[in-house]
């Protein structure tokens, strides 16, 4: 599962666009990655997996691209003997930082309220065995995994859960907006995302606005305040050049997570 040189956990998200490669998560966690990305939708009882709907097949379905291997590795990574004695926190996905929790982004591509039930379901292997972060009586209980639902997850539904261990992916650029009616914290919302087109809008050519940065400082510091990290997806992938400039300027003013098509690259950011 993990390469065999040490490796620092990357801040980077493997996009649910990249769902066509054949092993989606494997791929992510060789390199390093802590945050994965799955494009989910709900045909006929089944959740499958796909960035378009065309693509979807029979055998790419939620359940055997994340939910089976993530309990297979974390099964090995938790084996029962005399090192585990008294041990309280299951260990993650990685080798080399046991403590890093991996980030399973949901993006639900069909309508939120019918596909909760159908995801809540296919976690329950991942439940049962005590692998992931549960917010319950007042409690957040890190654990291997954390959930968080994108895309069209209904947030009424998510607030509703109890106990929680699926969470919801907040608006990055609406925190403090009070239309909303909802408090955001990391026991609703441990992620709060925006698109970074329409949030800053740089395009790493030239120099970056102040008012540019001034968004990026802005969306981050509303997060950060509130305990929860800050992303920015879209950003531009082309030239190489430009990309690497945007995910530097973003780094650097306080952005937890990037999304990233290549992996390569961007583990060796």
Known sequence: MTVSVVRQIKSFMLKGDVDWRDVPLFTALSLGVASVEAD???VNGT?????????????RTFTSLYVEPLLNILNGQNPKDSFTVGQTTPNGVFDTSGGTPL???????????QALPFILKDLQPLREAGLLTTFANGVLT???VTVVGTGNSPLDLVKELSPRDYFFDAPLTQLTDPSLNTTWDPTLSPL??????V??????IGNISEAQLAN????????????IAARFWDTPG????ARNSVWTVLINNGADWLNADDLEAASEF
């Open 216 to 227: 990026i400082t802005k969306f981050v510091g509303d997060a950060h305040e509130r305990g």
């Open 192 to 197: 709060a995302s925006t698109d970074y087109e």
């Open 142 to 144: 890190q654990s291997a």
């Open 199 to 204: 949030a800053v809008g740089w395009s790493g």
């Open 40 to 42: 989910v939708w709900l």
């Open 103 to 113: 980030q399973l982004l949901v993006d639900v591509k069909t309508d939120g309220a």
């Open 238 to 241: 082309w030239p190489i050049n």
């Open 47 to 59: 959740l499958f997996i796909g960035h378009e709907e065309g693509a979807l097949t029979p055998a």
